[in-house]
Nanobody, 124 residues
């Protein structure tokens, strides 16, 4: 069964940093675009960041540009989200996603594969 497993969430003070990881269970994801979405209480799930299968192209939501960095390992089946200068409004459940279409389509798209989510809470 194909799986995406997130880790690294937790509680952090405003201005702090966290790094999320997402490990894919199959090497077929080495040729998949991967990304992160988040959903805050009472809000719809929103796009955060995406990275192409090669790692050469990255995309970010305006709300996280300059603060978050998405990357993937050389085997290309683990993706990371480095989150710096965290704000209380970044509090949400963060979901890893993957799809074999272009990473540029993740914003506004519906990736085929999803992780179970990891909670990030930023206190003020």
């Amino acid at each position: 069964q194909v799986q995406l497993v997130e880790s690294g969430g937790g509680l952090v003070q405003a201005g702090g940093s966290l790094r999320l990881s997402c490990a894919a269970s199959e090497r077929t994801f080495s040729t998949a675009a991967m990304g992160w979405f988040r959903q805050a209480p009472g809000k719809e799930r929103e796009f955060v960041a995406a990275i192409s299968w090669s790692g050469d192209s990255t995309y970010y939501a305006d709300s996280v540009k300059g603060r978050f960095t998405i990357s993937r390992d050389t085997a290309k089946i683990t993706v990371y989200l480095q989150m710096n200068s965290l704000k209380p409004e970044d509090t949400a459940v963060y979901y890893c996603a993957a799809d074999h279409s272009s990473a540029s389509r993740m914003d506004g798209g519906k990736p085929h594969y999803w992780g179970q989510g990891t909670q990030v809470t930023v206190s003020s």
